[in-house]
């Protein structure tokens, strides 16, 4: 149904005549519509105006030529639904002016009805499908529990998360409460975003790799596989562990259709870790798009020699930067759609 | 001659009794007497000040008890000496107000007489080692030339270092300019620390994680290597690299006397991927110590049960962090000197 299905073929491990390409963060700040679009609303409202979510999910397919759109939206629209305050302040990012520290700040979260609060998303859902006419697939996303909670806790972006890791650390009990009230409503969205027709989904866990292998499979992990065991048999599930690598192996038996992998994680140690047969997507590095077009596709070709043609969808290692040029994220795309193994 | 020797025999790879311990950045802020030199003395007199200096590097060797005191100073000492400016600003961290992003800009840097500009350091390396009367040894330490790059460039500290990640991607040649005036620097400054009685050298690549392992190489660790082949007979070096665990293999080939894991990388893999005969310091989360000492205890005793008793330095896996009650860093020292194999 769904006229360029390579996304969907390397998700399921078919074999392909090139791999698919698509970036994270791919309907952003890079792309000068959408700063047109962002100087005449402010995020919140682009993320709750379906028609804007529409317009800018859909403008990296016709400006780049991405195989897979993401929908526009944010991570924290979760927390938000679940009666944390997020606000999105220019040159600060996400701030949550009553950080959840405290048992009591726990019991005040809330598990929403899906529909009531985030009704929006699942409309631009809806409105994205009829808009893409079946040309590419729709991915739905959702930030880790883990990831959720670091903003929750820390209540802004962090270079280390410490507030975020010592109230796991000091309050484990509060802390898991936290967790799991998250997990259940990601599980809920995740679920209502299939049914109104995203083709797969993705976690990203942005901040599983500020956690040692230990905490990261008490605090992080073991949340994530609650959402994929309960999605995998809807939907192909895609799990994104930033600085995640020694989690790989778990992971990779987890029942994800496909794992990411950032750019310190090189191909051979990535199949290495995660025993060669499940779908891997990255790893390059976002700043390396910085590089003039030519050295881009050098590069680019060499890492899908380096992954292999199958079970692998081209991707860089975490979200595209803003000050990186059209042409430049254009090369990137280019190069995979050119790739002759 | 020294009466503790248990850290420079880890080093060497003798059998111990029980492994080393010290912390990095022991001598700083978690330590109610030296926020009170913080109150008197701004962050730059505390360095310049051979007295100030040898006063906090004692300091944690008579109230935390470790095996080893490391020399209180700053890796941004050495682009302060080579002729960019370098401001420490409160709430804000290093603050260099003329980045270095040109060519013309790399020129004006200086490879500087080490004597004339951080004779201060090696006074109070002298005194401090008076006044250690050798109970302990001594560590001098220097950033990585990648680590001080990225500073120079950026100009502060950063999530991602783009714009020093942007310079070295559009302008190498410019970069790898910059990179070897930092590693001559580096070089004769820690010669110059050796003969002023440091018992062992540290380099810290704290941002080495940024970069992609083929990055790593070319910007990071061939420079890291020059200092390691300029060192090593003079005296044992200690490479860490923190997120760097991509390169532990080249790392164990280097002929450093150790390397330095953080938590990311559990005492197995990095036993695995340095090949067993290296000794390896690290790796507890610094994060961690905020757990109760109890909990601390049970952790540290596991930590030295994965990593073995010898060839190993119980250290942190990155710097003691300033909310660290004295008492838990306590219980961390003291459960590695109570460790019984």
Redesign the interface.
């Known amino acids: 149904m769904i006229k360029n299905d390579l996304f969907l073929r390397a998700l399921k491990g078919e074999t392909v005549e090139r791999p698919p390409v698509w970036m994270m963060r791919q309907a952003g700040r890079y792309l000068p519509d959408f700063m047109k679009l962002k100087e005449k609303y402010d995020f919140f409202t682009r993320c709750r105006t379906p028609e804007l979510a529409t317009e800018i999910t859909v403008m990296p397919i016709h400006q780049v030529g991405t195989d897979a759109a993401i929908l526009f939206s944010d991570i924290l629209v979760v927390p938000q639904a679940m009666n944390i305050e997020v606000q999105m302040k220019d040159g600060i990012g996400p701030w949550l002016p009553n950080p959840v520290r405290t048992q009591t700040a726990v019991d005040q979260v809330i598990v929403p009805n899906i529909e009531e609060t985030l009704g929006y998303v699942l409309d631009a859902v809806k409105m994205t499908k009829e808009a893409l006419n079946d040309e590419v697939p729709l991915i739905g996303f959702a930030g880790s529990p883990w990831t959720i909670l670091c903003y929750a806790v820390q209540g802004q ?1 962090s ?2 998360f ?1 507030k975020a ?2 109230f796991c ?2 309050n484990p009990v509060a802390a898991h409460t936290l967790l799991q009230k998250i997990t259940d409503t990601t599980i809920a969205y995740l679920k209502a975003k299939v049914a109104a027709g995203v083709d797969a989904v993705q976690v990203f866990d942005s901040w599983g ?1 500020m ?3 230990v ?1 990261y499979q008490e605090f992080s992990w073991k949340y994530i596989q609650q959402i994929i065991d309960a999605l995998k048999d809807e939907t192909p599930v895609i799990a994104f562990g930033k ?1 995640c ?2 989690a790989l192996q778990e992971m990779a038996k987890s029942g994800a259709s496909a794992l990411g992998v950032d ?4 191909a051979r ?1 990535a199949r290495y870790l995660t025993g060669g047969n499940i779908t891997l997507q990255g790893n390059f ?1 976002p ?2 798009l ?2 003039p077009p030519a050295e881009i596709k050098k590069m680019v070709t060499q890492m899908i020699n380096e992954f292999g043609k199958d079970r692998y969808i081209a991707n860089l ?1 975490h979200g595209i ?1 803003p ?1 990186i040029p059209v042409d430049n994220a254009k090369a990137f795309v280019e190069a995979v759609k050119e790739y002759r193994g």
């Open positions: 972006g270079k280390n410490d890791k010592e650390f000091t790799g956690l040692s292998p905490d600085g690598w020694f750019w310190t994680c090189s140690n590095d700043s390396r910085l590089s290692g930067l000050n």
